[in-house]
């Protein structure tokens, strides 16, 4: 398979799987749009293996198998062709990338978070790896905040599938905090919708910190950036809207909607 052929399939992955990633990447120049599709493949292939429905010894084997293919000098599937071209071009670190794998590998291990500081120790392999591995191909190396607006965005993600991972036996909504506001079970409540608006705040003070990474951006990076973080604020917006109801439908971002996220990012 060809450099092309891979960076198509990473491409297709991509406008299927993430659309709000996609929405972000269509004002990259190529190459650059190209090694962000790689890296969300990648870390697509990832978590579909933790949320998947193979035994946990077969998730956990899966998973150090794509461990071990990010060491392959000569891959043949297309997701690791374009991402070693990717790393190539653009100097990603393997150490992320390996950081998404021990986060899968704790999703087969971990089902509950006593604590923020556990959680926050979660989001930095899940989704701040991303940051990690995504800024270099932005041209900074402002890791600090690459990394906060990955555990921002990972926080938005949790309160949004409250209810789609606890039906996978898993509550990231933190032990302790659940015991203070009184929250018993996971479902409409008033104390349920008091929590969630605490960690909806912590999710803003982390989005707004994550955003500082705009500030070493090239115009069409931070461009970038700027509107997949404005989807995700709009997704949080429309939550808190709701009155915190996460139990029916998942919240959606229409497409006009996203759009008009876009459309205010390109004005000047």
């Known amino acids: 398979m060809s450099i092309q052929e891979a960076y198509a399939e990473v491409g297709r992955i991509t406008r299927r799987e993430a659309k709000n990633f996609a929405y972000g990447i269509m004002v990259l120049p190529r190459p650059k749009r190209q090694a962000i599709a790689a890296i969300y493949a990648y870390a697509r292939r990832v978590d579909d293996v933790a949320d998947g429905e193979l035994p946990l010894p077969e998730k956990r084997a899966r998973l150090e198998e794509l461990r071990a293919m990010l060491e392959d ?3 043949a599937d297309p997701v690791f062709v374009a991402l070693r071209d990717a790393r190539e071009r ?4 393997v150490e992320p990338l390996e950081a998404l794998i021990d986060g899968g590998l704790q999703d087969t291990e971990q089902a509950t978070y006593a604590d923020f500081a556990e959680l926050r120790g979660y989001c930095e392999k899940v989704a ?3 940051g990690l591995a995504c800024v270099p191909v932005y041209g900074s ?3 600090e905040h ?3 607006l990955g555990i921002a965005l990972q926080l938005i993600n949790i309160i949004r599938d409250v209810d ?3 039906q996978l036996g898993r509550v990231y909504l933190p032990q302790d905090e659940l015991a203070a506001f009184e929250v018993d079970e996971l479902a409409p409540s008033p104390q349920f919708r008091e929590l969630m608006a605490f960690e909806t705040e912590r999710a803003r003070t982390y989005l707004a910190g994550g955003l500082r990474l705009l500030d070493s951006l090239d115009r069409r990076s931070a461009l970038c950036v700027g509107t997949f973080a404005g989807l995700y604020r709009e997704t949080l917006d429309r939550i808190e809207a709701n009155g915190f109801d996460v139990f029916g439908e998942k919240t959606r971002l229409s497409t006009p909607r996203k759009l008009a996220v ?3 990012g390109l004005l000047p």
């Open 73 to 75: 000098e000569d891959p």
């Open 90 to 93: 653009f100097g990603i670190p």
């Open 128 to 130: 701040g790896a991303v």
């Open 141 to 143: 190396d402002d890791t």
């Open 146 to 148: 690459a990394m906060a």
């Open 164 to 166: 789609e991972d606890r």
């Open 262 to 264: 876009v459309a205010r």
